[in-house]
């Protein structure tokens, strides 16, 4: 296996990030039985990539794009003790790279990025029955924090 290592991503990596993407909402279908059907995006990835407040970062082997993830800038509530924090979302790993650590190697590298920009707290959301996910967040260091309940009518 080749070396994996992190990087900006570019808009060169468009076709990748936008099948990730779908990847993303896939894997999220069976936690949320609210997502439509079909013809659904998730994300500006255009915006993004151009953005001075969004850290979007891919994970390469050779000159295979394997993996994704972005840091965005957020204003925090006025009653929290920060003033802003980074949510991190878009992570994907390509399924042949899983179990490699290839998540954590993204994580580490948008906690650099939040820490450069005077950030200390990172936030995230994932479905509470993603034991998987939940798994690997807890490996990097997030705890359970809020539980968003929902009732259809």
């Known amino acids: 296996m080749k070396d994996i290592f992190i990087r900006k991503a570019t808009l060169n990596d468009m076709d ?3 099948a990730f993407e779908q990847g993303v909402i896939n894997a999220e279908r069976p936690f949320d039985p609210t997502l439509k059907p079909a013809g659904i995006k998730y994300y500006d990835i255009d915006q ?3 953005s001075t407040e969004v850290e979007l970062l891919v ?7 394997i993996g ?38 993204i994580i580490e590298a948008l906690s650099s990025w939040s820490a450069s920009r005077g950030i200390t707290e ?28 929902r009732k259809g009518l």
């Open 16 to 18: 990748t990030l936008l």
């Open 48 to 50: 993004m990539i151009n």
């Open 59 to 65: 994970a390469v082997s050779g000159d295979e794009v």
């Open 68 to 105: 994704s993830g972005y840091a965005r800038i957020e204003s925090a509530k006025p009653y929290l003790l920060h003033e802003q924090h980074a949510y991190l979302g878009f992570m994907y790993v390509d399924p042949g790279y899983r179990g490699l650590g290839v998540n954590q190697k």
């Open 122 to 149: 990172l936030r995230l959301d994932v479905y509470q029955t993603n034991e998987s996910a939940i798994k690997a967040y807890e490996k990097a260091g997030f705890m359970r924090h809020l539980v968003q309940m």
